[in-house]
Structure formats: structure tokens, C-alpha cells
């Protein structure tokens, strides 16, 4: 959203110009302001943005309803190995952003036949763990907790990181130019998170989105903090009804250059790969 200046003649002429999605395709609109900006521009900013976010809102509970409707037509017997496949496509994405190099077939191997590929043992070890944690959250809602949250780090890193499995940071850490909060501070801001999630009246979708920022963000774990942050993001859409969001590995450029530009940048982002990947369910 933008103020152009055009010039009739000897006068000029302002413009609010605005861009939204819909269907799929970039329509930009312009309103008229008049000969000079008025005083109250912010005003009409605000005014002009509440209204979209009323249409993406829209949308988004629109992906919501016809996903449970989908949802409910599978029987509990498919249901089951369509959760499978989810967290085995979930896990190899999650765990190749982060540096694995287990494929995707070689993730469903170890999984389902029980196969270990020629590939480094903590990876294969990280896969089983994060399957088993990942199908778990998805079958037993629990209150989103310090523990909760201690307790899948634990659970996905206590054989191949016993150091740090479960517990919160005592160190300074760095992500490339970024450097994380102080260690002393992580407790009360992750205390912080965790009371903003549970009080938020906020859009399940843009929730997600806030929460996995803010999360990344503090950087609370020595490591690990991505798949533990994407696995929040998931519980949060899952158990409000959502369709889960599975970050792909081949885009994850996009995903890891979201993150320096800010928070709303990295909400806008989220939610327009949102509707981007659920775009049938909005019909």
C-alpha cells in the first residue's frame, strides 16, 4: 500500500494504491485522495487494510470448513495412513531444512520397512524420533506448555543430543548475523509465548505464523529450535481445525529469507503460501 503522485497539466493529484490477491491473481486498486494527502491517511490506511484482512479471513475460514468436510468423509481406517504419509512427508522436510540428507524415500524406508539407508546415524536415529513425536502430537491434544514444548525436544533429540535434549539454553547462540536473545531472558520470553498463544483471539493461521516467528526468534534450544518451531506452527492450525502447512525443503529460500525482513513481512509471507497450497479448499 502506496501514495502515488500524478501530474494533470499544471496540477497534481494524489492516489492510495493497494494490491491484493484473489483467485489466485495479483488486482490492484487505487482510491482517490484529492489534491494534497489528507491529515487523516493513516486512518484511511487502517480502514482500507481492516477490510482486507476481513476478505482474507474469509478465505481462510473457508479452507477451514471445507477441510473438515474432507476430513469427514475419510474413514477412520484411511485416516490413519493419511496421517502417516503427512508426518513422513512432514518429517523429511522438516529434517532437510535443517541440514539431513535422508531422502524422502529413504525417510519412508526407515519408517515403514524399517530399513536403515548408508547415511549418518544420528539423521536416521532424528528421523524415527521426530515421526513418532510428530503422530503422537497429532492423536492427544495437550495445553501448549513450557513442558509440552521441552518435552518433544526431548523426545526428538535424547539419543543424538543428550547435552541439550530438553532443555532450555544457557548460552549465547548466533544464526548467522543474527544473535539471539540472552540466554538469561529465554524462560520469561518463552513463558511470554506460550501465555500471548493460549490468550490469542487471533486467526488460527496468522497465530501459527506469529507464534513460529517469535519462537525462532527467542532461538530457546542449543539447537533444533526449526523443527521444534514447525511443530508448534502445525499443532497450532491442527487442533483449530486447519489444514497442516508442511514447509518444503526445495522452497525453503523463501522460507529462510521471510525471517530477517521482520515479523508482519513474515506473517504475509506464511499466510500468502497458505492460501497458495490450499487454494482448491477455497472455491
Known amino acids: 500500500m502506496h501514495i502515488l503522485k500524478r501530474k494533470k497539466g499544471n496540477q497534481e493529484y494524489f492516489y492510495l494504491q493497494h494490491s491484493f490477491r484473489n483467485n489466485g491473481k495479483v488486482i490492484t486498486k487505487e482510491i482517490y485522495l484529492g489534491k494534497t494527502i489528507p491529515k487523516n491517511i493513516d486512518k484511511i490506511k487502517q480502514k482500507l487494510e481492516q477490510e482486507n484482512r476481513k476478505e482474507l479471513y474469509k478465505k481462510l ?4 470448513e ?20 503427512i508426518a513422513i512427508a512432514f518429517t523429511y522436510n522438516t529434517n ?11 525417510t519412508r524406508q526407515i519408517i515403514k520397512e524399517i530399513i536403515a539407508p548408508n547415511k549418518d546415524l544420528r539423521d536416521i536415529k ?8 510428530f503422530l503422537e502430537m497429532l492423536k492427544k491434544k495437550e495445553s501448549i506448555t513450557n513442558d509440552l ?15 541439550i535434549a530438553g532443555k532450555y539454553r544457557e548460552y549465547l547462540v548466533r544464526v548467522g548475523d543474527y ?45 533444533g529450535n526449526g523443527r521444534i518451531g514447525r511443530l508448534l506452527m502445525n499443532y497450532i492450525l491442527w487442533y483449530n481445525k486447519y489444514p497442516m502447512m508442511i514447509i518444503e525443503y526445495k522452497k525453503r529460500q523463501a522460507y529462510y529469507k521471510a525471517f530477517p525482513r521482520g515479523e508482519e513481512y513474515f506473517v504475509k509471507y506464511f499466510v500468502k503460501l497458505y492460501l497458495k497450497v490450499n487454494n482448491k479448499r477455497i472455491g
Open 61 to 64: 475460514e473457508k479452507i477451514k
Open 66 to 85: 471445507n477441510f473438515q468436510k474432507e476430513w469427514k468423509k475419510i474413514p477412520n481406517s484411511v485416516r490413519e495412513k493419511e496421517l502417516q504419509e
Open 96 to 106: 532437510a531444512i535443517e541440514g539431513s540428507t535422508i531422502t524422502l524415500s529413504e
Open 126 to 133: 532424528e528421523t524415527e524420533s521426530h515421526y513418532k513425536v
Open 149 to 163: 514444548l521441552l518435552k518433544w525436544h526431548k523426545n526428538i533429540f535424547g539419543e543424538t543430543k543428550k547435552e
Open 179 to 223: 544473535i539471539a536473545p540472552d540466554w538469561q531472558d529465554v524462560k520469561n520470553l518463552m513463558s511470554n509465548l506460550v501465555k500471548s498463544i493460549n490468550k490469542s483471539k487471533s486467526n488460527s493461521v496468522e497465530l501459527a505464523a506469529r507464534a513460529h516467528y517469535k519462537f525462532e526468534s527467542i532461538h530457546p534450544f542449543g539447537d
